[in-house]
């Protein structure tokens, strides 16, 4: 008996021998690419305008799939990005991630190589625990190999000015989290003395509605401007508006090619030439000699003005609420409406960032990884709410459409698109305002116009 006994202790210690070696073996005897996609790894991610707490869910969410990897985000002034970065690429301390403006994505990738395009792939490791024979967790690793966006999946998923934006020769340079449009933002306290009971919805109904709130002295100078318009310099989003005028009337400022397109119209005598009308309408605000003058370059800042209750109107996107509730101290009582339209046109002006990925970082699995994580409809919508911008998802329009703050945005996705196409945006939109300058100063529209086109087609060869 009693060595039967013995016999049976002796099976017992053979068996927790063998157990034990195995209850990580997973972890122990992992192959050495899976134990390399393991290390700790640190993304550095620049941007403007957010701050890293908007952002704090959806890191959270990723590091509880991938805790071995580290994002840091770094936000600067929108007046210093270029400059760093250009002297990050030259001390070889360049960021793993960034997000740029969507008209400066030509350059960085095409003309100064610092982006990288997506892949068709992405390799990364995913950990999960488990109680292995009821005694002991372990850590088990997969390596997984999936595949990123095509461009049908891209044109499925994302809003049409996207797929024109963010794809070129081929490939798919980044993607945004969100999209941006153009509005108009109108003062309820003005509207409602000048007796005007509802916003413009027509470019007619908004003319009426500037006489009816400019107001000016005997001498003819601007006391109240029925809205901020009509220069180059002191309207904060003058261009867009130009470009909006521009779209709606049938032209475009430029094509995906890179062809400079405002300038060409019809020829012949005393034909309709949408581009010269769009930038005579423009600048009629701050004509003197026009009804609907309401404007000049004396007045101030046009966020500046409608905030102070110097304009009844002005345009902006949802980045502009900011500065107004904080130049107006919260107390300006105004509304949000989508941008008048031409009689049988609907057409939108966008303005956003796309998130892109280094062409110097060594992590570009991760890095791709981690804006594909992001860019989710369940991961970004967090980041929506929290920063109050409209979505870059077709998934995510109708349930923005269905929300007050965001309604005016969103109700204007599916047709809107950004304008430019070249490798210096700032020297188009420079070319843009001389051309509003050189009109107000009594060039010909249509000299006026072939001069700056010849300037903005120069930015894109």
Known sequence: MLWKKLGAFRRFLLLIAVIFPLAGFRCTLMPQSVRQLLQPVTLNYWRVWDSPGDFSDIIAAYQSVHPNITINIRTLRYEEFADQLLRAYAHGTAPDLMSLNVSWLRYYALREGFIQPMPGSVTMAYQRTQRSLGIKEETIVEQRTQPTL???????????????????????????????????????ELFNAAGIPLPPASWEEFQSDVTKLTYRDAKGNILQSGVALGTGNNVRRGLDVLALLMLQNGTAIMAPNGAVQFHIGPQGKDVYHPGVEALRFYTDYANPTKQVYSWNATRPDSITAFASNQAAMTF???????????????????????????AGANVNVASYWVETVSSRTAHPNESWDFILFAARAENVRGYLSKTGKPTALRALVSEQIGTDALNPFAT??????????????????????????????????????????????????
């Open 150 to 188: 095509t461009l049908g999946n891209l044109q499925s998923q994302y809003l049409d000015t996207v797929v024109r934006d963010v794809v070129f020769g081929g490939k798919i340079w980044g993607l945004p989290l969100s999209v941006d449009t153009l509005v108009l933002f109108y003062n309820r």
């Open 316 to 342: 902006g996107y949802s980045f502009d609420l900011a500065e107004i509730k904080a130049a107006s101290k919260g107390r300006l009582n105004y509304g949000i409406v989508p941008v008048p339209q031409l």
């Open 412 to 461: 204007q996705l599916l047709t809107a698109r950004s304008w430019y196409y070249g490798y210096d945006a700032a020297t188009a939109e420079s070319a843009l305002r001389q051309l509003i300058d050189n009109v107000l100063g009594g060039a010909e529209p249509l000299q006026a116009e072939q001069l700056a086109a010849r300037q903005i087609e120069q930015t894109a060869r």
